[in-house]
């Protein structure tokens, strides 16, 4: 996996904690399971683009945010 991809992925995580929302929570307002989340977090799984837009639309942070 590439270090831009890495960086991603460890962003949702970072900004997840920062706002204070547990995981099954996020999960459940992107429409994804848990596990889902933690493999994605864990940077085992690379989401679509569809679920990163709903990722960061739930965090209420822009993509661009997101992608930094």
């Known amino acids: ?7 991603i992925l460890e962003n949702i ?3 997840r904690i ?4 547990s995981l099954l ?6 429409g994804i399971s848990h596990s ?3 493999y994605i977090e ?5 989401p679509s ?7 960061s639309k739930a965090l209420e942070i822009s993509m661009k945010e997101l992608l930094e």
Do not use: C
């Open 1 to 7: 996996m590439e270090t831009e991809t890495q960086k």
């Open 13 to 15: 995580r970072l900004k």
């Open 18 to 21: 920062a706002k204070k929302i």
């Open 25 to 30: 929570n996020l999960a459940t307002e992107v």
């Open 36 to 38: 889902h989340l933690y």
């Open 42 to 46: 864990s940077k085992r799984v690379v």
């Open 49 to 55: 683009i569809d679920v990163l837009v709903k990722i």
